[in-house]
Every structure is written in structure tokens, then in C-alpha cells.
């Protein structure tokens, strides 16, 4: 009763308020309404990962047509056992998030968590693991911004996933600059040490969220504090990788 309530009430209020791609404003009526709520032209502008990318790091290569491991993981094995990556960071979803982490828009973690749920799922975990690690922001970046794009974003991907989130296990305990517009050679040296655990991780198997993976080097750093504390797998999610 309660239910078609809510379904009669949604389609009335659809009706008069005809719901907006969250990305571009244009309304999305009938047939055009798809999850995650973005327009059919943003939907198109969302490049998927493709075929031929780094199978451990996710790492798009751009002249080969099948996947397989790249030169820096084979030179430097990572922590993690594998990334998950909706898409390339471009197009819609690189406007999407930085709207997200720039411009307050909080309704987009929601789609682009739906979207890196999706490509999760359908890549499989091969085994169970036991929650979902959001990777964190100093508490004064998080007082200025309101709120952890990489937590929300893991929100929508717990719920498909069945997974809990454990946000307060993994936490930076030193205010770094943002790794973006920083030289390669400085971004390691940038994170060394910046996080901290609060809690117990011994024998656990996590999935580690966040928004984008560029070089790696914050995934990186997570994976070495996590591994430290014990932790028995690292699986990465993404919903952009550049
Ligand atoms: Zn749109
Ligand atoms: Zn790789």
C-alpha cells in the first residue's frame, strides 16, 4: 500500500517536475530517463575503460588492442590485487567529477557510484570481501568541503554490493597538497606517512574507493598502511582512471 503510494506520488511529481540530467540541466522525459540520471549526449560523452588496459592497475593503453600487465607493474608489483574502473577519466564523467569535489553538486556520487557498482559487479570480486575502506580527506579538507566525495561515492556502492563501510578505519594523519599539479617525481615523497589506521584490519579482504586514480600514489600509500596493519587483500574501485 505504502509502495503505491510512493510509485503514485513519484510519477505525479515527475509529471509536473520532469526530472533533469544532473549533469547538463535538460530535462529527461519518458523514454529518455535512464540510471544513473545523466542525458542520453552524457551519457555518451562516458568512455568506458575499454578492452586493452593494465590488468592489475586498470591503466588504459592507448595503441594496444588486449590487456595485459604494464611496464610499471611489472617493474614494481602493486599492493593491490586488482583496480576496478567504470571509465576513463574524460568527457562526462571528468566534468562530473570535479563538479562533485569542486562545486558542491553532492546529488553526482550517487550515478557515479551507481556506475562503478555496475562495472564492479559485473567484473566479479572472485571472493567475498568483508567491507568497503573510502580513501579519506584531512579533517580540514573535509570541514571545507562538507563532505568525502570518495565516501559518498562508496554509499550507493555498498548498498549494490552488499558490502559495509568502515569510514573511520583508514584516516590521514598529516594535511598534504593535492597530488594534482604536483611534479610525478613529487607525489610520492607528497603522501609518505599520511595515513594512519584507527582500528583493526588483521586478515581483512577491502575493496579501497575513491573518485580517481591518476598515478596511483594515493593508492599506493593507502595499500602500504593498510598491508601494514594486516590487511590479507586490497581491491581498488574507481569510477575514473586517467
Ligand atoms: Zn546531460
Ligand atoms: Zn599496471
Keep these: 500500500m505504502w509502495q503505491e503510494f510512493c510509485t503514485s506520488l513519484k510519477a505525479s511529481v515527475d509529471f509536473f ?8 540541466g535538460q530535462r529527461l522525459q519518458g523514454s529518455t530517463r535512464q540510471q544513473p540520471d545523466f542525458c542520453e549526449a552524457c551519457m555518451a560523452g562516458v568512455t568506458p575503460l575499454g578492452p586493452a588496459h593494465c590488468c592489475l ?39 562530473a567529477v570535479h563538479l562533485l569535489k569542486h562545486r558542491n553538486q553532492l546529488s553526482l556520487a550517487k550515478p557515479l557510484g551507481l556506475i562503478l557498482a555496475k562495472v564492479v559487479t559485473d567484473n566479479g570480486t572472485a571472493g567475498p570481501l568483508d567491507y568497503i575502506v573510502p580513501v579519506p580527506l584531512h579533517p580540514h579538507r573535509l570541514r571545507r568541503r562538507g563532505y568525502n566525495q570518495a565516501l559518498e561515492i562508496a554509499r550507493p556502492l555498498s548498498l549494490q554490493l552488499g558490502l559495509p563501510i568502515e569510514a573511520r578505519l583508514l584516516q590521514r594523519s598529516r594535511k598534504t597538497p593535492p597530488q594534482q599539479g604536483l611534479p610525478a617525481d613529487q607525489r610520492s615523497r607528497n603522501l609518505r606517512n599520511a595515513f594512519r589506521l584507527a582500528g583493526q584490519v588483521t ?14 600514489e594515493t593508492v599506493r600509500e593507502c595499500c602500504r598502511t593498510l598491508l601494514q596493519g594486516g590487511t590479507e587483500e586490497i581491491q581498488v574501485a574507481v569510477v575514473g582512471r586517467a
Design 57 to 95: 592497475c586498470a591503466q588504459p593503453f592507448a595503441d594496444a588492442t588486449s590487456s595485459h600487465l604494464c611496464g610499471a607493474c611489472l617493474q614494481l608489483p602493486p599492493r593491490f590485487t586488482r583496480v576496478h574502473a567504470a571509465c576513463r577519466y574524460r568527457g562526462s564523467i571528468k566534468d
Design 17 to 24: 517536475l520532469p526530472p533533469a540530467c544532473l549533469l547538463c
Design 203 to 216: 586478515g581483512a579482504k577491502v575493496l579501497l574507493v575513491d573518485d580517481i586514480m591518476t598515478t596511483g
